[in-house]
């Protein structure tokens, strides 16, 4: 009797299904690094091409999520220029998050995307409909993931997903 499983979609297909985009903070939306100087006051760098893609995205109605293991004020202040409300800090439990966001917005699986880059952040990436990782991943983190990027965290990652998104429901 033959398989009725569903044949796999195409990546341009499941681009094309993403209504909302979940980002991990560091090592995503930045470099990784965390600069804390002499009164412990921390610093990250955050790419000005990244926060153009997410303004332009989010006026083509994509939606935006953060979810973040640390907590950082830097984070809250920066989610808030990019009008991103939804930001999930002290979260370990990275799909737990994510299903309130999604019970939050009445969205399945294949309509969110996620952008992770360190191990504890597999569980999710191997939740969402269609996950990424930047180039500057960890190796073990690449291997769950529907595409590794050419750009790294804090270099463009988030930007690159954004114009691959945009590009396939043919908005740019």
Do not use: W
């Not at 990546?11 to 009164?39: F, P, S």
């Not at 504890?120 to 993931?145: I, Q, R």
């Amino acid at each position: 009797m033959p398989s009725k499983k569903r044949p796999s979609l195409s990546l341009t297909e499941k681009l094309k299904q993403i209504r909302m985009v979940v980002m991990d903070v560091d090592g995503v939306l930045t470099d990784g690094r965390i600069i804390i100087d002499a009164r412990g006051i921390e610093y990250k760098s955050f790419d000005v091409h990244d926060g153009y893609g997410i303004a332009r995205a989010r006026e083509h109605g994509i939606l935006f999520a953060i979810i973040s293991g640390r907590t950082s004020k830097s984070v809250d202040h920066r989610a808030k220029r990019l009008k991103i409300a939804d930001v999930y800090q002290s979260r370990m439990d990275k799909v737990a998050a994510y299903k309130e966001i999604k019970q939050k917005y009445s969205l399945n699986d294949n309509e969110v995307c996620f952008i992770g880059d360190d191990e504890f952040d597999v569980p999710l990436l191997n939740t969402v409909g269609l996950s990424f990782a930047p180039a500057n991943a960890m190796d073990e983190v690449k291997k769950h993931v529907h595409v590794v990027l050419k750009k790294e965290g804090g270099r463009g990652a988030v930007r690159e997903v954004l114009d691959l998104i945009l590009k396939a429901k043919s908005l740019i």
